[in-house]
């Protein structure tokens, strides 16, 4: 379906990567039952030379070098479950931004100063330059997405992703969760969504508004793009009318 893929993790760009416009992203390995699904950190750099920083992973000294030298990190998004494994080292390294996260992990560091959980905002922190919608994917998956206008991108956690290693186990299990190179959200969803496709419909016609051309998910292959018609059949199967 159309969409160009990207460089992915086989050619990894550990500290920051600009890939448009106040637009960079880092990635690093990750291996989930010996699969190559690796990680990816977004960062956005905001009109008023701020910094939203999206699913931070581990804060390496070069890292933090170079956010400093792009701005200053006023927003630090953590927008799904388990994207919180570095946490601490990205709010540690950058005390003085705002902490966005979903709900149970805004309980789990509501004491910090700054902390706010993530919602649905007519008016957003970050003003007008980023969109945000809390998707509705069934009662085990919560996650808010984004999209940037300047850069028609669109940033997810873990919702959709695809996976390109060849591996035997990739094959199997990947192709069991119906990701193996495929844009997709996992299968599983659609047994979790059973008598809410509509709740569904309703989060994926909502980002289907939005004009993104790039998708930038937090593990997997970027898709380059014709993102929106990639994001479109990956959920071709929630808006047909049942
Ligand atoms: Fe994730």
């Not at 509705?136 to 919560?142: I, K, L, N, R, T």
């Not at 669109?154 to 919702?159: M, S």
């Not at 289907?208 to 790039?214: G, H, M």
């Amino acid at each position: 379906m159309g969409g160009r893929i990207g460089s992915g993790f086989r050619e990894r760009e550990s500290v920051l990567q600009r890939i448009d416009d106040h637009l960079w992203i880092a990635e690093d390995p990750l291996k989930l039952f010996g699969i190559d699904l690796g990680r990816r950190m977004t960062v956005i750099g905001l009109p008023d030379g701020g910094l939203f920083v999206h699913s931070p992973w581990e804060m390496t000294a070069e890292r933090k070098r170079r956010l400093l030298e792009l701005g200053h990190v006023r927003f630090i998004v953590a927008s799904a479950g388990f994207h919180d494994l570095y946490l601490d080292q990205a709010l540690a390294a950058f005390p003085q931004g705002e902490f966005h996260a979903i709900p149970s992990l805004f309980r789990r560091f509501s004491s910090r100063l700054k902390t706010f959980p993530l919602s649905d905002r007519a008016v957003s922190p970050w003003g007008e330059a980023i969109e945000q919608h809390v998707f509705w994917a069934g009662p085990f998956h919560s996650e808010t997405v984004f999209f940037h206008r300047e850069s028609r991108s669109l940033l997810l956690a873990d919702l959709c992703f695809r996976l390109e290693d060849g591996g035997l186990l990739a094959r199997f299990l990947g192709g069991g969760f119906g990701v193996y190179r495929r844009f997709s959200p996992t299968r599983d969803i659609r047994l979790w969504t059973l008598g809410q496709r509509r709740r569904l419909r309703a989060s994926v016609d909502y980002v289907l508004e939005w004009p993104f051309t790039r998708i930038v998910p937090a593990h997997g292959e970027l898709v380059l793009e014709n993102g929106r018609t990639v994001f479109e059949a990956a959920f071709r199967w929630v808006r047909r009318k049942t």
